[in-house]
T-cell receptor, first 113, second 112 residues
């Protein structure tokens, strides 16, 4: 079991550009959540996808959008990048049931110049 | 609103000393509580979790945590710290099917 995988590992973009980050969930998991972790802070919830639909959303602008594919993998898209978007982006997957636990990937480090 | 506070931004302990990291939460229902550890440049590794039952939970790497409902706390403890425990520690609260709310983290430094 490969666990949660994310790509790319690192990414450098300039202000105004667009970026796409990718996540493959742990085998057997159907729910994917995305978190932004700014330097020196705890992760903050962006949104969660289940059955290819956005199920929940945190306090992030519409520049942040996502997608979930039939194989449960997911993408996070950020448009019109700002310097403040520089962060570690974490993907977490989980299954259904009362004791669902989120498993986190290693993250994608995004630097916006 | 759901929130998690970790009052200590940075803690330094000597190797072999005991450790307690504090976590307080605000949550409208019975919380699911978690402690994660993050080494520099790495993702999050789950140390332990509390869903229900025994309020003292054991985790990996010799860590334990105690859920105290009356104090809305879930403090992490370890009787003897190793140099490899130096990392950032995050407390989180959540519920089935819901997103996690993380605390700001506590950075642990270990002196030789």
């Amino acid at each position: 079991d490969a666990g949660v995988t994310q790509s790319p590992t690192h990414l450098i973009k300039t202000r105004g550009q667009q970026v796409t980050l990718r996540c493959s969930p742990k085998s057997g998991h159907d729910t994917v959540s995305w978190y932004q972790q700014a330097l020196g802070q705890g992760p903050q919830f962006i949104f969660q996808y289940y059955e290819e639909e956005e199920r929940q959303r945190g306090n992030f602008p519409d520049r942040f959008s996502g997608h979930q594919f039939p194989n449960y993998s997911s993408e996070l898209n950020v448009n019109a990048l700002l310097l403040g978007d520089s962060a570690l982006y974490l993907c977490a997957s989980s299954g259904q049931g009362p004791n669902n636990e989120q498993f986190f990937g290693p993250g994608t480090r995004l630097t916006v110049l | 609103a759901q929130s998690v506070t970790q009052p200590d931004i940075h803690i330094t302990v000597s190797e072999g000393a005991s450790l307690e990291l504090r976590c307080n939460y605000s949550y409208g229902a019975t919380p699911y509580l978690f402690w994660y550890v993050q080494s520099p440049g790495q993702g999050l590794q789950l140390l332990l979790k509390y869903f229900s039952g025994d309020t003292l939970v054991q985790g990996i790497k010799g860590f334990e945590a105690e859920f105290k409902r009356s104090q809305s706390s879930f403090n992490l403890r370890k009787p003897s710290v190793h140099w490899s425990d130096a990392a950032e520690y995050f407390c989180a609260v959540g519920a089935p099917g819901q997103n996690f709310v993380f605390g700001p983290g506590t950075r642990l430094s270990v002196l030789p």
